[in-house]
């Protein structure tokens, strides 16, 4: 519902799963397909989905990268 929300005023949204050390292997990928289907229909969304573990330090500097690049430093 957030995604269509900000879709309508233009919004580009990144989406990014956290803590994705609390899934299996299995619920992430089942994840990112749920998630990559809405965003083939949805204006102004990042088809590619970020993914983030603290635990695993997993992600962190795609995240920061992605971050940079969307201020225009990258």
């Keep these: 519902e957030m995604i269509k929300?900000?879709?309508q005023y233009g919004t580009v949204t990144?989406?990014?799963?956290?803590?994705?050390?609390?899934l299996s292997a299995r619920e992430l990928q089942n994840?990112?397909?749920?998630i990559n289907t809405i965003a083939q229909v949805t204006a102004n969304l990042y088809s590619h989905?970020?993914?983030?573990?603290?635990?695993?330090k997993s992600?962190?500097?795609?995240?920061?990268i992605s971050i940079l690049e969307s201020i225009g430093k990258v």
């Design 5 to 7: 929300f900000l879709a």
């Design 14 to 22: 990144q989406i990014i799963l956290t803590k994705t050390d609390d």
């Design 31 to 34: 994840k990112l397909l749920e």
């Design 49 to 56: 989905v970020l993914t983030t573990s603290s635990i695993k």
């Design 59 to 64: 992600g962190l500097k795609e995240l920061r």
